[in-house]
């Protein structure tokens, strides 16, 4: 039976054990992200913009919905398999602006080249959405974030520079090479509520981060070796926005919460439901 399991718990990192820390480029790499807008109106097509006021007017995006910006991860582009399938789950379950934040300009360079981009490339992010303010299409209470391996990072950057003032930002396994230990990587402080969901963290070589991150982790069938993953490590890591993307059509996917990570390994969480995923702004009471 697929399983998820949830573990609520705060987790303080020792100053001592960051092993570095990612600066931002003296280069402005998030200058150069691309901006595709999807609506129910356009569903297929995006339209392309910048973060201009001018630009943002010319889109379909209003006030009259909630807006989910996703953030695909390294060697990802718009239109790989995260974003449509994300998108379209979004579109078909709820009427809400959906924008694409395209990279690829680093996202396709070299795994360090695309981390020392990360800081940039979210303080950009954060750039857009303050225009999205001023222009009246969002505020700050209607924006969740979907960032996937380093997307995530970069929503956590995008969170931490609007001061955690965003609704919501949901952190699809987190990439962990470089970033395990690194005090900049996605965390609680970065959003209103931050959810997190775990799919490979275990093995020689894990792309996640196996420790919580949010104010809810989520670790579906133990946080490692997916269905139908057997010898394949990315495909475990793909999980994580599979699931997510499920979890907008399907409401049953839901976790036991735990009280530490070992009760979590040993499959003996037996506190509350909790649904996992979902494009809910508010979850926690």
């Known amino acids: ?35 595709l807008a999807y609506t129910r109106t356009n569903p297929r097509t995006p339209e392309i913009f910048n973060s201009t006021l001018e630009s943002i007017a010319e889109t379909s995006l209003n006030s009259t919905r909630n807006t989910t910006i996703i953030v695909h991860g390294h060697e990802g582009t718009a239109y790989t398999s995260i974003n449509p399938t994300v998108k379209d789950a979004l579109l078909t379950n709820e009427d809400v602006n959906v924008i694409v934040v395209d990279w690829s300009q680093y996202s396709l360079q070299s795994y360090s080249n695309a981390v020392s981009a990360v800081p940039s490339v979210g303080t950009s992010l954060a750039d857009l959405i303050e225009q999205l303010v001023q222009a009246n299409v969002a505020t700050l209470d209607t924006v969740h974030l979907v960032g996937y391996d380093l997307g995530a990072h970069v929503a956590g950057y995008a969170g931490r520079a609007l001061n955690g003032g965003i609704a919501r930002i949901t952190g699809l396994d987190p990439a962990g090479n470089q970033w395990g230990s690194n005090s900049q990587r996605l965390n ?54 599979e699931y997510f993307a499920a979890s907008l059509a399907y409401t049953h996917l839901q976790g036991n919460q735990c009280t530490s990570l070992s009760q979590m390994a040993f499959n003996r969480c037996r506190g509350f439901l909790y649904p996992m995923g979902t494009n809910s702004l508010v979850k926690l009471g």
Request: proline letters at 7%; hydrophobic letters at 35%; a negative charge.
């Open 188 to 241: 609680r402080a970065d959003a209103k509520y931050v959810e997190v969901i775990h799919t490979d963290t275990g093995g020689m070589f894990p792309n996640g981060i196996g420790t919580p991150m949010g104010h809810a982790d989520f670790y579906p069938n133990g946080g490692d070796s997916q269905p139908g993953c057997f010898l394949n490590r990315p495909c475990c890591h793909n999980r994580a926005w």
């Open 1 to 35: 039976m697929f399983k998820i399991i949830l573990v609520c718990a705060a987790f303080v990192a020792c100053n001592a054990c960051v092993a570095q820390s990612v600066e931002p480029n003296i280069e402005r790499q998030g200058t150069l992200n691309v901006y």
